[in-house]
T-cell receptor, first 114, second 109 residues
Framework: NAGVTQTPKFQVLKTGQSMTLQCAQD?????MYWYRQDPGMGLRLIYY???????DKGEVPNGYNVSRLNKREFSLRLESAAPSQTSVYFC?????????????FGPGTRLLVL | GENVEQHPSTLSVQEGDSAVIKCTYS??????FPWYKQELGKRPQLIID?????GEKKDQRIAVTLNKTAKHFSLHITETQPEDSAVYFCAALDYKLSFGAGTTVTVRA
């Protein structure tokens, strides 16, 4: 099992450009999450998907959209990137029946917006 | 929503000594408290967790304690080793995980 995978690993964007961060898991997990990590601020939840076909806003959703393409894949889209979105983005998933407890993280995507 | 505060932000210990990290949370409905370890450039990984019906849990050199009344929980690492150097995050779960800001632990040889 690959666990949780993310692409790309690193990306540089110019202000106003768009991009999609991809996340996939092969653990048959129902719930998936997108976090951003900034120095001194821990991990903050952007969006989550409790199951296929549902998505909900987290703590910092502004400037982002998500798509739960199927049970395996959960993508995060930046429509018009801003320097404030420079961050490390982590995708995570959790098994069914746990209410989001044990979360397994992907390797992260480091995004720089100039 | 839930607010998790974590202290200290940095911690330097001599190899073999103990390290303690403390967290407080605000939402009394939170019922699950994990601790994650993140090595430089890597993903966060769960190292230990505790549920609200338990006061203490141990796993080899690490332990977590929970005081529901005071709404705080702590991570204890005994006999620290250089490989314990990392950033540690506490978190609390109500309907989502809310993370503390992290503690950078450095173990001096």
């Amino acid at each position: 099992n690959a666990g949780v995978t993310q692409t790309p690993k690193f990306q540089v964007l110019k202000t106003g450009q768009s991009m999609t961060l991809q996340c996939a898991q092969d653990m048959n997990h129902n719930s998936m999450y997108w976090y951003r990590q900034d120095p001194g601020m821990g991990l903050r939840l952007i969006y989550y998907s409790a199951s296929e076909g549902t998505t909900d806003k987290g703590e910092v959703p502004n400037g982002y959209n998500v798509s739960r393409l199927n049970k395996r894949e959960f993508s995060l889209r930046l429509e018009s990137a801003a320097p404030s979105q420079t961050s490390v983005y982590f995708c995570a998933s959790s098994p069914p029946g746990q209410g989001g407890e044990t979360q397994y993280f992907g390797p992260g995507t480091r995004l720089l917006v100039l | 929503g839930e607010n998790v505060e974590q202290h200290p932000s940095t911690l330097s210990v001599q190899e073999g000594d103990s390290a303690v990290i403390k967290c407080t949370y605000s939402d009394s409905a939170s019922n699950y408290f994990p601790w994650y370890k993140q090595e430089l450039g890597k993903r966060p990984q769960l190292i230990i967790d505790i549920r609200s019906n338990v006061g203490e849990k141990k796993d080899q050199r690490i332990a977590v304690t929970l005081n529901k009344t005071a709404k705080h929980f702590s991570l204890h690492i005994t006999e620290t080793q250089p490989e314990d150097s990392a950033v540690y995050f506490c978190a609390a779960l109500d309907y989502k995980l809310s993370f503390g800001a992290g503690t950078t632990v450095t173990v001096r040889a």
